[in-house]
């Protein structure tokens, strides 16, 4: 009888069950989605070749709200065959220049960070590569973006 009873109570609200069933999708789905964008560009003032290189990076919240990302940078593999990895020291600083772990972007605007980076082995022509991952904060990484910036380090062999 209850199981009656149930089938009875399930069936009677086919279309309560359907709404909620498509809207507990919709809502899955809208969490996963990535609420920045990211772009960047190198400081063309200096050369390839100077020690210290900088990245303005651009980071566009598509959010309809104000978010803060947590900011990440690590060094990865960026080995294509062609030369060897090499390590760089690098902060991610504000436009006032202090060193930043996080930035805040108002709801559908874009805010500017710097990438700087400090190339240690000048004497070998080598890759470096940073990845930056910016999270929502309290969100998930799905929810964020990232880009990895690959930079040439060309070494003595190359005119200053």
């Known amino acids: ?10 069936f009677s ?6 709404t909620i069933t498509m809207l507990t999708l919709f809502t899955n789905g ?16 200096h050369s ?8 303005t990076i651009d980071v566009s919240n ?4 104000k978010t803060t990302y947590e900011l ?13 990895d090499k390590e760089v020291q690098f902060e991610l600083n504000s436009e006032a220049g202090a060193v930043i772990n ?7 605007s874009k805010a500017t960070f ?13 890759w470096s590569c940073v990845e930056i991952q910016l999270i929502p904060k309290g969100g998930l990484r799905s929810q964020g973006g990232s880009v990895v910036i690959k930079q040439l380090n060309p070494g003595n062999s190359n005119s200053k």
């Open 1 to 10: 009888m209850i199981n009656n009873t149930l089938l009875n109570f399930l």
């Open 13 to 18: 609200y086919p279309r309560l069950i359907i």
């Open 30 to 45: 809208v969490i996963a989605q990535s609420s920045v964008s990211l772009t960047y560009s190198r400081d063309l003032d």
């Open 48 to 55: 390839l070749s100077e020690t210290i290189q900088y990245y």
């Open 62 to 65: 598509i959010n309809s709200s």
């Open 72 to 84: 990440t940078a690590a060094l990865v593999d960026c080995n294509d065959g062609s030369l060897a």
């Open 102 to 108: 996080s930035i805040t972007v108002d709801a559908a």
């Open 114 to 126: 710097t990438l700087k980076t400090t190339k240690i082995d000048l004497d070998t022509t080598s």
